[in-house]
């Protein structure tokens, strides 16, 4: 049942008036949430033909790596999380992408690259689909990636995609490759036009017919790593056949009687559970009694956080006692004094390019996906002889030598992905993700405490008014909270403004696994995002 702030956030009576959320999509069989709506088609589509949760993820993943180039693609990398329901254990794979052999730190001696060759990292995405599929597939592989070759033949690209593609025209006409796609004849793809692929359908047919080898090896990595070499990259085919990604142990903290997990470092999933660490300050009666003052709560654990957690994220060789510093209580003291005395804050700057999906089914086991190319179109380099559009994951390091995070040949950066399962009495609760840079811990940190503090539904916990840290460092407030709510934040040391953007404020998915063993999912309106179960 809703708390009594919950009728009183819907009504207006606590100083927010929220639009009538949508209701959840229910299901009992499976349910998929996923940025677009082919995806979460392509999803549902494998596991009603007998697949597993990781089967229909795969099918999904692939689909949004076509369809949402501006966030993801087979040239980006990844962050899973995988609830095993004969074990009842949580799984974590890294497949975040490595530094090539070349990026010495000499290399980069005056500074890291956000576009062109120089800037991607050795993609992870499709290692991570073959170590998923090894592990918890049923489907064989060659028939998980059917409709991803079907739409790079030919789709109808989104109004979201367009939209990028208009804003980022220069950049894009700057690269021969991403020019001859989105800018064909220099005029940029309209939203409804048909966008086709046929390098990257090509690329698609090689990884169904032989598997990951079908990119990390042969034609697929020939073409790549003679691209690369022709303009002036460092990902070599030697790169590309030696990489793996990582099974790890999941983080987590209890939060409220929760189970939190997330990935960790080089995640920032760490810096959500040390915002909730933060939060816990305050009873829930306490901290949920005023909006404006939870809000500027929330903020001060979002600052408290990212200055002392970050410099703690880096390749977890570089790093190995990261875990247990951010999560000692120590330090979970130092972020609740942070919560609660008023003192110097922060501007924390952010940046997006990103998409994520959810999968969970009857047979109790789920799948949580986040993938990006870091930035918006990543590199904005794109290789024509596979279709393959780069990541601008090296701009995740730092150039200064002699830090955790620094540059250095076959190091994993510091990264923003952070997929999230919340268990409760060792039962999986929920499960949840955001795209949106550094904010992806401050969108979700939001939503699991409206769902946890205030007992919101999925859907009206995605939907509710909400506030993101900006490129520049202030905190935005979404046009539909009041005015009155910035003289109380401003007190509480905040440099906060309303914001008619709705870029930074992410687009969050969730499903619950309901008492019954249902699932309620819901996807954010902000952004194009689909939900769907049967």
């Known amino acids: 049942m809703a708390s009594d702030a919950t009728q009183q956030l819907k009504s207006g009576r606590a100083g927010i ?24 088609l392509a999803g549902i589509g494998m596991h009603r033909r007998g697949g597993s949760a990781v089967d229909a993820m795969i099918a999904a993943s692939a689909t949004l790596a076509v369809v949402l180039g501006h966030a993801t693609s087979l040239g980006g990398d990844c962050f899973m999380l995988y609830h095993d329901a004969a074990s009842g254990r949580v799984f974590g794979l890294n497949a975040s992408g490595v530094a090539p052999q070349g990026a010495t730190p000499e290399r980069f001696a005056d500074g890291m690259k956000g576009q062109g060759p120089l800037a991607p990292v050795v993609p992870g995405l499709v290692r991570a689909w073959e170590a998923m599929h090894r592990r918890f597939g049923h489907l064989p592989w060659s028939e998980l990636f059917t409709e991803a070759i079907e739409l790079a033949e030919g789709h109808p690209i989104s109004a979201v995609l367009a939209q990028r593609i208009a804003d980022s025209r220069a950049t894009l006409a700057a690269d021969p490759g991403c020019a001859q796609l989105y800018l064909p004849g220099g005029r940029p793809v309209a939203a409804g036009e048909t966008l086709r692929q046929p390098a990257l359908a090509a690329t ?25 070499a022709e303009r002036g990259g460092l990902m070599t085919a030697a790169d590309l056949a030696s990489y793996a990604p990582l099974w790890v142990e999941p983080a987590s903290t209890n939060y409220r009687g929760h189970r939190v997990l997330v990935m960790p470092p080089n995640s920032y999933g760490v810096l959500l559970l040390m915002q909730l660490n933060g939060l816990k300050a305050l ?21 408290a956080a990212f200055e002392n957690g970050v410099p703690l994220i880096a390749d977890p060789r570089a790093m190995p006692d990261a875990l247990d510093q951010a999560l000692s209580p120590s330090m979970t003291e130092a972020l609740q004094q942070a919560v ?9 700057s952010d940046r997006a390019g990103t998409s994520c999906l959810m999968v969970a089914d009857a047979a109790g086991n789920a799948v949580c996906v ?4 870091f930035g918006v179109f990543g590199s904005f380099f794109r290789d024509p002889g596979t279709g393959i559009l780069f990541n601008n994951r090296m701009a995740g390091f730092t150039h200064a030598p002699g830090k955790p995070n620094s540059v250095a040949p076959g190091k994993r950066p510091a990264h923003t992905l952070c997929p999230i399962m919340v268990q409760r009495d060792g039962r999986l609760r929920y499960v949840l993700a955001s795209p949106g840079g550094l904010s992806q811990t401050v969108t979700n940190t939001q939503v699991l405490g409206r769902l946890i503090d205030d007992g919101l539904d999925v859907a009206a916990a995605v939907e509710a008014p909400r506030w993101c840290n900006s490129s520049s460092g202030e905190c935005l407030l979404e046009p539909e909270l009041p005015e009155s709510f910035l003289p109380v934040l401003q007190a509480m040391g905040h440099e906060a403004r309303r914001a008619e953007d709705g870029f930074y404020y992410g687009s969050a998915k969730a499903i619950e696994i309901l008492p019954s ?16 179960g049967y």
């Open 340 to 348: 609660m005395g008023p003192g110097p804050q922060p501007r924390i």
């Open 17 to 40: 008036s929220l639009r009538e959320p949508r209701s959840p999509v229910y299901g009992s069989r499976a349910m998929i949430v996923s940025g677009h709506q082919t995806a979460s």
């Open 283 to 303: 009873e829930r009666p306490a901290l949920i009694a005023d909006p404006a003052r939870r809000m500027g709560y929330q903020m001060r654990a979002m600052k």
């Open 370 to 373: 986040v993938q990006s190319v």
């Open 517 to 532: 063993g249902n699932f309620a999912g819901a996807a954010d309106h902000r952004r194009e995002a689909f939900a769907l």
């Open 204 to 228: 698609l047919r090689r990884i169904a017919n032989e598997g990951a080898e079908g990119f990390y090896q042969g034609e697929t990595a020939r073409s790549i790593a003679s691209y690369m």
